[in-house]
Antibody, heavy 119, light 107 residues
């Protein structure tokens, strides 16, 4: 069974940093693109970042470029979201998601980890 | 960026009803569209991809159609477990974008 388990969320002050982790099981992580998608409280879904199987290619939504980095460690079955210079508008549930067969469609999702940026 | 606009944003219906949700793209995206269902407190679930292909395990009462700029998600006979929020998503080009969502509630 495919499982994605996120961790690392919490309360952080504006301007602070946070590292989110996603541990994958039930499939070979090294065979899939992976992504992070976020959802602000009571709002819709927003794609944040994607990373290729070997980590050599990444894509980001404009609003996070220069502040957020997606990374992976296939040997540890893990994907990461390194977040810095956090703003109130980054407050959201962050989901780790697998991309379906190399196509930019999210076929498996974790349960999410909540990031709250507030003083 | 490609904008996706869903209509309606809110829909009230009864068990057994046939409902259709529309997703309009700001430019042509071929059939590069997916639909997701999200229930409160849960992660989204993939229902349909490539505009009309049903994801494995999804009931056949769900169907998708459309191409280029206009897409439809139809539920042929609503079941109690179908009351949720539905999102469309385009994969034609980065940034990947979602529609604003359609909340389907029981009448």
């Amino acid at each position: 069974e495919v499982q994605l388990v996120e961790s690392g969320g919490g309360l952080v002050q504006p301007g602070g940093s946070l590292r989110l982790s996603c541990v994958a099981s039930g499939f070979s992580l090294s065979s899939y693109w992976m992504s992070w998608v976020r959802q602000a409280p009571g709002k819709g879904l927003e794609w944040v970042a994607s990373i290729r199987q070997d980590g050599s290619v990444t894509h980001y939504v404009d609003s996070v470029k220069g502040r957020i980095t997606v990374a992976r460690d296939n040997a540890k079955n893990s994907v990461f979201l390194l977040m810095s210079s956090l703003r109130a508008e980054d407050t959201a549930m962050y989901y780790c998601a697998r991309l379906f067969s190399g196509v930019t469609i999210f076929d498996s999702w974790g349960q999410g980890t909540l990031v709250t940026v507030s003083s | 960026d490609i904008q996706l606009t869903q209509s309606p944003s809110f829909l009230s219906a009864s068990v057994g009803d046939r409902v259709t949700i529309t997703c309009r793209a700001s430019q042509g995206i071929s059939n590069f569209l997916a639909w997701y269902q999200q229930k409160p407190g849960k992660a989204p679930k993939l229902l349909i991809y490539s505009a009309s292909t049903l994801q494995s395990g999804v009931p056949s009462r769900f169907s998708g159609s459309g191409s280029e700029t206009e897409f439809f998600l139809t539920i042929s006979s609503l079941q109690p477990e179908d009351f949720a929020t539905y999102y469309c998503q385009q994969r034609s080009s980065y940034p990947i974008t979602f529609g604003q969502g359609t909340r389907l509630e029981m009448k």
